[in-house]
């Protein structure tokens, strides 16, 4: 079983239709969860960034993680064009040795 | 404002050959790491570092190799390439302590045929 598993999508929605992006894990040292964006033949960019438990909003973008659950979701709202990408949710135990576990991605597309 | 810079950004490999992949960060991060993604597969890490002069294996470490001889520097070396290890790479660092955003390079896209 991996350590955190994502729906790999393809995921299309059209224009302004609210986004959902979801992983769940198993390893439950994790403490520091993250969303990041790829845009096509590029690197991935840091989009959230959260710390246990809770909820993250920035801008149309709401980051949720249920630690009970071992879930995290990553909301986006007035989706645009702009926003299509791969979605990867990664996360980290903060420890010394800490190493960061990525998601597979979900690739997103918003139809104009 | 450089941040992770790969090089080089693309190359094609007869099986057999040889070669090293170079990751340079201005940031002073203490963390490197050399990722692989494949489709459907995410990224996977192949090797990191903790610090100037060590190093540490990852998920998929086989076939590879790396050196961290200096802190800025991150190098994933190739001995004999194999078809398999066909790939995009990605160099990312990342600060010491609990805060763990990484900041990626723009790839090396690798061919080995």
């Known amino acids: 079983q991996k350590e955190v598993e994502q729906d790999p999508g393809p995921l299309s929605v059209p224009e302004g239709a609210i986004v959902s992006l979801n992983c769940t894990y198993s390893?439950?040292?994790?403490?520091?969860f993250m969303w990041y964006r790829q845009y096509s033949r590029k690197g991935p960019e840091l989009l959230m960034y959260?710390?246990?438990?809770g909820n993250k909003e920035d801008g149309r973008f709401t980051a949720q993680v249920d630690k009970s659950s071992k879930y995290i979701s990553l909301f986006i709202r007035d989706s645009q064009p702009s926003d299509s990408a791969t979605y990867l949710c990664?996360?980290?135990?903060?420890?010394?040795?800490?190493?960061?576990?990525f998601g597979s991605g979900t690739r997103l597309s918003i139809r104009p | 404002n450089a941040g992770v810079t790969q090089t080089p950004k693309f190359r094609v490999l007869k099986t057999g050959q040889s070669m090293t992949l170079l990751c340079a960060q201005d940031?002073?991060?203490?963390?490197m790491y050399w990722y692989r993604q494949d489709p459907g597969m995410g990224l996977r890490l192949i090797h990191y570092?903790?610090?100037?002069?060590?190093?540490a294996k990852g998920e998929v470490p086989d076939g590879y190799n790396v050196s961290r001889l200096k802190k800025q520097n991150f190098l994933l070396g190739l001995e004999s390439a194999a078809p398999s290890q066909t790939s995009v790479y990605f160099c990312?660092?990342?600060?010491?302590?609990?805060?763990?955003?990484?900041?990626f390079g723009q790839g090396t896209r690798l061919t080995v045929v």
């Open positions: 990664a996360m980290s135990a903060g420890s010394s040795a800490s190493k960061i576990i």
């Open positions: 390893n439950s040292a994790f403490q520091y």
């Open positions: 570092s903790v610090g100037e002069g060590t190093t």
């Open positions: 959260t710390y246990s438990s």
């Open positions: 990312a660092s990342s600060d010491l302590g609990d805060d763990t955003e990484a900041f």
């Open positions: 940031m002073n991060h203490e963390y």
